[in-house]
T-cell receptor
Framework: GEDVEQSLFLSVREGDSSVINCTYT??????LYWYKQEPGAGLQLLTY?????DMKQDQRLTVLLNKKDKHLSLRIADTQTGDSAIYFC???????????FGSGTRLSIRP | DTGVSQDPRHKITKRGQNVTFRCDPI?????LYWYRQTLGQGPEFLTY????????KSRLLSDRFSAERPKGSFSTLEIQRTEQGDSAMYLC??????????????FGPGTRLTVT
C-alpha cells in the first residue's frame, strides 16, 4: 500500500544542520516532495525530486533519495529560527494524481 | 498571479447543516485537488479534477461530499448533513503539468471547518 512515515519531532541548535528523514513503502514513486507548514499558514512547496535522481540541492536545502531503501531526506544547512515549522514529506505515485503525505516532522530551533 | 485562494477561511456550523467551500486555482492551472487535514496529521487526498472532469475520488469522500468544477476554473466542495468528524482544514491545490512545472502542486491557505 501507499504509506509515508516521518519522525514527529526534531530539535536542533541554531546554526547547525537539520536532517529530516522520511520513508515510503511503494517503489512506484514518480515525484517526491518536501512541504513546509508554519503555524496558521498553508503548505509551502520547498523542493521536489524526480524518482530517477539521487540528489538535488537548492541553496540551503539538500534532498537525498535512496530508492533502494525507499528513503528520502531533507537537509537544511545553517538552520535559522525562521526554519521552525512542520515539514511534510510527500510522494506522488502516478502522473498528476494524488500526493500521499507523511504526518509531518515538527522542527524546533534552540538558541 | 496571486496564488490559490479559498473562501471562506473559517466556517463554524452546527451539526446537520450543509456547507460549501470555494477554491480558485492559479490561473492556467488545469488540475485542481482537494485535501483534508486534521490536527497533527498530514493532508489526505479527497479528489481531483483535470479541467472540468473529476478523475479520482478517495474512499474518504463519502456520499455526503460532492465536488464540482463546472467551467474548469474554480471549484466548490459541498458537505451535506455535517458531522463533528468533518471538522478539519480543507485544502485546495492546483497544478499545471508539463515542462518545468510538472506536477508541482501549489496549495491555498485552506478553509477551517468547525462543526459544533
Amino acid at each position: 500500500g501507499e504509506d509515508v512515515e516521518q519522525s514527529l519531532f526534531l530539535s536542533v541548535r541554531e546554526g547547525d544542520s537539520s536532517v529530516i528523514n522520511c520513508t515510503y513503502t511503494d517503489s512506484s514513486s514518480t515525484y517526491l516532495y518536501w512541504y513546509k507548514q508554519e503555524p496558521g499558514a498553508g503548505l509551502q512547496l520547498l523542493t521536489y525530486i524526480f524518482s530517477n535522481m539521487d540528489m538535488k540541492q537548492d541553496q540551503r536545502l539538500t534532498v537525498l533519495l535512496n530508492k533502494k531503501d525507499k528513503h528520502l531526506s531533507l537537509r537544511i544547512a545553517d538552520t535559522q529560527t525562521g526554519d521552525s515549522a512542520i515539514y511534510f514529506c510527500a510522494v506522488m505515485y502516478s502522473s498528476a494524481s494524488k500526493i500521499i503525505f507523511g504526518s509531518g516532522t515538527r522542527l524546533s530551533i534552540r538558541p | 498571479d496571486t496564488g490559490v485562494s479559498q473562501d471562506p477561511r473559517h466556517k463554524i456550523t452546527k451539526r446537520g447543516q450543509n456547507v460549501t467551500f470555494r477554491c480558485d486555482p492559479i490561473s492556467e492551472h488545469n488540475r485542481l485537488y482537494w485535501y483534508r487535514q486534521t490536527l497533527g496529521q498530514g493532508p489526505e487526498f479527497l479528489t481531483y479534477f483535470q479541467n472540468e472532469a473529476q478523475l479520482e475520488k478517495s474512499r474518504l469522500l463519502s456520499d455526503r461530499f460532492s465536488a464540482e468544477r463546472p467551467k474548469g476554473s474554480f471549484s466548490t466542495l459541498e458537505i451535506q448533513r455535517t458531522e463533528q468528524g468533518d471538522s478539519a482544514m480543507y485544502l485546495c491545490a492546483s497544478s499545471f503539468p508539463g515542462g518545468s512545472g510538472s506536477y508541482e502542486q501549489y496549495f491555498g491557505p485552506g478553509t477551517r471547518l468547525t462543526v459544533t
